[in-house]
């Protein structure tokens, strides 16, 4: 199935419809799924627990609590028993879902953190970008010939000319023009980086603020970019590494990023990175004459409570 086939099929299931135009080859090929076995068994596991309504009720109910409740208000809101009540909160338990803890004779049941964060989006599965899912980030590749420091007043002319320069597709689209004023006005202070092969920029990566208002401040946009001809040797990894592990090390909680539903590569790299699909936004890029589906990605340090 093509991406914007899987797309629509995505769309119709959740009732809803966009243009998404992602050119395809006519005739494609697969890759094996061995990778992917052990998390399939443990998606489908996840999926068959919540298979039954009377769980998604719960969880739905649990989800709108103001705080920790315990079996008998959960099991009078459903017009359950409470022993049917407790084998359906076991399950959910087991599956990571939600948490029990005894409070002397009581049960206290609430929403296991990091629960949600088990189960794959249904857009990553259509896709084709369902990978492995790793906490912090993805130190498979560590290309010793790559050096990632600060961004320097000599490396601003490159920084500048490799977006310029990148095939942009509908899989990567071209940034709207910008100088380097906007760019340094834009950019956070300490979260600029370059990519440096024999001495030469060759990627960068940068983080800036979502929005203005307070509330907001620890919300960041990242955002790489990578030449051309040196895509596929570790430095878009390289960059991001420095990048969530300076955002992890400075008052920044969470760092968005937004990639066009035919990158999977990008996808695949962010999500070893740490970051998880949120969701579709649809017919969010113009290219051409063609609106695009956009995913949002998020990476949420989960350290602080």
Known sequence: MQVDEA?????????RYSVAVIPAPSHGTLTSADALLPDADSYAALFACLSDPTRIRLLHLLAKATGPVTVGPLARALGIGQPTCSHHLRKLADAGIVALRRDG?????????????????????????????????????????????????????????????ADHTNATLAPLAVDRRELDARWLPGHRWVAEVDGVVVGWAALAPVSSRGCYRHVAESTVFVENRMRGRGIATALLEKQVTAADASTLRTLQTSVLAGNRTALRLLHRAGFRTVGVREAMARHGDDWLDVILLERVRRAES
């Open 105 to 165: 004779t009581s049960t206290v049941i609430t929403i296991a953190r990091g629960g949600s964060g088990r189960l794959p989006h249904p857009v990553d599965v259509v896709i084709g970008a369902l990978t492995t899912p790793t906490r912090g980030t993805h130190r498979d590749i560590d290309p010793s010939d790559v050096r990632v420091c600060a961004l320097g007043e000599a490396d601003w002319e490159s920084v500048l000319r490799i977006p310029r320069d």
């Open 7 to 15: 797309l629509d099929r995505y769309r119709s299931i959740n009732g």
